[in-house]
């Protein structure tokens, strides 16, 4: 009896295989937690990073564009003007609808005008959905709005027979959320009482 315990104790062999499976087992489990913590870490700084990609999104696409022509409402004769323009919006694809508010007053939407000698940061608008609409004053998905925007006085467009025709002007839609929505376009050679705006 006594040498068969003497042989245990002189050979080493099943005890550094033991060993070696515990350090293993140590390493695997050690590595399943890391790897568990370093994944958990990655899914918060990728929803982090996905809402910031969001809001950046937001910030630079315009939450509403054109949606037809723009057209001008005008006064021909002999000191011929242009007195209303007429854009209408709709939502962009994807985005979350728009309070654009009852008209100007409430500041929740702006509208600029600018030509080569005015510019006005909130000139005067009403509103008018068209089509279907749910009655409220948000602008949502399959809804168009139509803008009647006063041209301001002062502008070239109000300004002498010369002034008026071949005018380029510029308008800046500028929604509550979203980056502002540029409309560009020239007067036509001659002011009727109605222009569709190329």
């Given amino acids: 009896m006594k040498g068969i315990f003497n042989f245990f104790t002189k050979d080493g062999k099943a005890f550094a295989g033991l060993e070696s499976a515990i350090v ?9 937690v890391f790897f568990y913590v370093f994944l958990g870490t990655g899914f918060i700084t990728s929803e982090a990073n996905k809402k910031t990609i969001d809001e950046g999104a937001k910030q630079t696409i315009s939450s509403v564009e054109l949606a037809g022509g723009v057209i001008a409402k005008g006064a021909p004769g002999d000191a ?17 609808p728009v309070d654009i508010g009852t008209d100007n007053t409430t500041g929740i939407m702006l509208v600029a005008y600018t030509d080569n000698a005015t510019y006005v940061p909130d000139v005067k608008w009403t509103k ?3 089509g279907y609409n749910n009655g409220d004053n948000v602008l949502e998905q399959y809804e168009k709005v139509e803008l009647n925007i006063t041209v301001p006085e002062g502008s070239m467009l109000k300004g002498s027979k010369t002034q008026v025709v071949n005018k380029e002007f510029r308008l800046e839609v500028k929604p509550k959320i979203g980056a502002i929505l540029p409309i560009t376009r020239v007067t036509p050679p001659q002011i009727d009482k109605v222009m569709n705006l190329r």
């Fill in 24 to 32: 293993l087992t140590t390493f695997v489990v050690v590595a399943a």
């Fill in 80 to 96: 011929p003007r242009v007195d209303y323009i007429i854009v209408t919006l709709k939502l962009t694809e994807g985005q979350s």
């Fill in 128 to 130: 008018n959905f068209i």
